[in-house]
T-cell receptor
């Protein structure tokens, strides 16, 4: 069965650069969640989208923005990168027409140097 | 709005000890409830779920019972193993719109 696909799997950027992370949900899933997990830290909720509209917002910095497109994939845009942005970024998807459980991608590891 | 509150970690236990991780929820309807687990170096994965009151979800020796009267979904295991060391997340899904809410996570370390 198709799972949540995140790309790229690994990304190295320099300070002050920008990065774009992509998430492709399971087919027919309409909701996407983004999480950030720093080294040795627990995942922190960033933001979620349902039907291309933001549905919930967590601890997402102002330097970050995200959106969900008409094909339900989502992109997390990160600008003015800082060393502290180095983390594993997880995406999850769920369907409001199903059981509601979320399925997680393998994550994108971002390293800022 | 809907929310989930779970026991703060970290929790450290010896092998074969009994585990309880408390989770309570606030919801205006009758949500589905989940426990997710993140093993070291891996992504989050569903551990167990319950979709209605008095349901018991179980998997890998873990159990949680959906208690409407106490709005709780505590995770239990009778005898933990070192391999159970992970971060555990309680979550709910509102059946009216399937919007999910996660708890903050509880880190469990099991020592031999």
């Amino acid at each position: 069965a198709a799972g949540v696909i995140q790309s790229p799997r690994h990304l190295i950027k320099e300070k002050r650069e920008t990065a774009t992370l992509k998430c492709y949900p399971i087919p027919r899933h309409d909701t996407v969640y983004w999480y950030q997990q720093g080294p040795g830290q627990d995942p922190q909720f960033l933001i979620s989208f349902y039907e291309k509209m933001q549905s919930d917002k967590g601890s997402i910095p102002d330097r970050f923005s995200a959106q969900q497109f008409s094909d339900y994939h989502s992109e997390l845009n990160m600008s003015s990168l800082e060393l502290g942005d180095s983390a594993l970024y997880f995406c999850a998807s769920s369907s409001r027409k199903g059981t509601g459980e979320a399925f997680f991608g393998q994550g994108t590891r971002l390293t800022v140097v | 709005g809907n929310s989930v509150t779970q026991m703060e970690g970290p929790v450290t236990l010896s092998e074969e000890a009994f585990l309880t991780i408390n989770c309570t929820y606030t919801a205006t309807g009758y949500p589905s409830l989940f426990w997710y687990v993140q093993y070291p170096g891996e992504g989050l994965q569903l551990l167990l779920k319950a979709t209605k009151a008095d349901d018991k979800g179980s998997n890998k020796g873990f159990e949680a019972t959906y208690r409407k009267e106490t709005t709780s979904f505590h995770l239990e295991k009778g005898s933990v193993q070192v391999s159970d060391s992970a971060v555990y997340f309680c979550a709910l899904s509102d059946p009216r719109n399937n919007d999910m809410r996660f708890g903050a996570g509880t880190r469990l370390t099991v020592k031999p």
